[in-house]
């Protein structure tokens, strides 16, 4: 074992702290990880007050799922990854790799993940620290590759905002020709735009405050609609092949079912925290489909590393020191920042 610098919270109201944790000496299957940046998800705002009743928090608790870094260390094993490789990794960290969902590459879904931080530690008991730290050890069946041309404080967020909005525009083909909405300009949605544009569609955004027009625009999109309005609403009616609901308040659903055309699908990447209430005749007529998604496989977010790097594809991001990291929760839950914060992991590496 070997100490890692980390940020860690002691209790759900507690704020971060400089700590010390242990990591695991690599095994010969392992990849050893000096991160350089990580992204702020509002998962971890979530998990580090102790927010989700069916994942209950450890504490001492490390959050950080959005990690880029450099390799530093390999054992005897790895073939895919040498010192100096920039690398990345996501939600996940382990899986057993042999039931049904990791045969299909969607190890999200295996009984036995093991999630990045606040998930059993099956090497060294206790649970998993994720990337608020300045190091990381992960099998690297769970390392990504990052490309070489992307800027690596807005690559991090990739590892799960981007996966996040890909995945389900690629099950549900969206490409060339295809109109694509985007419910809420957040984290999550204004990733939504750049890969429904980069995949070829034509791209609306649908916001609450037409404060966010412009913006909406600047990252990617071709049209935005205030959602408030009905009549601009019933403009875009039976015309979309694809939704992406990336918001996590209440909002009327029946409202964009009316806009799918026939067979359309909207996938939900965000919750509510009260159930949504829905008109199941807006889905009879049509045929239309409503849908959820959780991140990714690991197969599918190299696929989609990869296509961030043929594409130029980065986050929008706001880089801070990890010393402001209270500071940033508290805008996270205003959502004030565009569109996520990316820890420069230089400023713990220098404390
Ligand atoms: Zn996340
Ligand atoms: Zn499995």
Redesign the pocket.
């Known amino acids: 074992m070997f100490d890692a610098k980390a940020y860690a919270v002691a209790s759900a109201s507690s704020p971060f702290a400089p700590t010390k944790i242990a990591r695991r000496e690599p095994t010969e299957h392992d990849v050893q990880i000096e991160i350089l940046f990580c992204g702020i ?4 705002v979530h998990q580090a007050r102790n927010e989700w009743s069916a994942m209950p928090t450890v504490y001492p608790c490390v959050p950080g ?2 990690i880029v870094g450099r390799v530093t260390r390999v054992g005897s094993a790895v073939s895919r990854f040498k010192a100096g490789d920039l690398v990345g990794v996501g ?1 996940m960290v382990d899986s057993d790799g042999t039931c049904p969902a990791c045969r299909e590459g969607v190890e999200q879904f295996c009984a036995s993940t093991t999630f990045t931080y606040n998930s059993p530690d099956k090497h060294l008991g206790g649970v998993t620290y994720g990337g608020y730290s300045d190091g990381i050890v992960v099998d690297e069946r769970f390392v990504l590759s990052v490309p070489s041309n992307l800027d690596l404080a807005g690559a991090a967020p990739l590892l ?2 981007g996966i996040t909005t890909y995945s389900p525009m690629r099950r549900f083909g969206v490409t060339k020709g295809q109109k694509v909405g985007v419910v809420g300009l957040g984290g999550l949605g204004h990733m939504g735009v750049k890969f429904a544009r980069a995949l070829g569609a034509h791209v609306v955004v649908f916001t609450t405050s037409p404060r966010k027009k412009e913006d909406a625009l600047r990252v990617g999109a071709h049209e935005v609609v205030v959602s408030r309005n009905a009549d601009e609403m019933r403009k875009h009616a039976g015309s979309f092949d694809f939704i992406l609901d990336a918001v996590s308040a209440e909002h009327d659903i029946d409202a964009y079912i009316q806009l799918l055309r026939r067979g359309g699908n909207l996938t939900f990447v965000g919750a509510p925290p009260t159930p949504h209430r829905l008109d199941a005749f807006g889905l009879l007529f049509g045929n239309r489909s409503l849908s959820g998604s959780l991140i990714g496989g690991i197969r599918e977010t190299q696929e989609m590393l990869d296509f961030c790097g043929t594409h130029g594809i980065t986050a929008d991001v706001e880089v801070i020191p990890i010393q402001k990291v209270n500071e940033a929760y508290e805008r996270v839950l205003r959502s004030d920042v565009k569109y996520r914060f990316s820890i420069d992991m230089a400023s713990l590496r220098s404390e």
Request: include cysteine; hydrophobic fraction near 10%; glycine fraction near 0%.
């Open positions: 998800c509002h998962s971890d799922h959005e939600c799960c905002a």
